[in-house]
């Protein structure tokens, strides 16, 4: 048995597998949270792709698509490397909690996942909306 004083739960005894089976629920809504985020950087890259140059004749700071386009290539790579760092690291019975280096290094790669997935589409977004809205 374990004892916790977890603020989220009630204090109490908890049996090492009620423990064991957060830490997997855990890891397991950390995984489908960059697999929704991986999904996203690909769907936003082939809709770029896909009407980049059909929308406008003569488009400005075309250098805010290229970076745009980079930080989702980032963004999708830290995903699935978090992804992998996840599952090598997946608790097993018994096994210790990560260790400090490995926890700051996976909240690095998550951090590089989702600041590259906004700022590829924030710079996207300022594209599209300059040249939508400049005379010409």
Known sequence: MAKTSD????PGEFSDSELHQTRIDQYKAQLDVLKHVATLDTGTLLI???IFEKVFNAPHYQALVGIGVLLLLTSLGASGFACLSILSAF???GARRLSRVDRRDHFTVMLLTFMGFF???AMIAVFFTVNWFSPG
């Open 7 to 10: 603020p989220e739960t009630e």
């Open 119 to 121: 700022l590829g589409v």
């Open 91 to 93: 608790p097993r019975k």
């Open 48 to 50: 770029v792709v896909a």
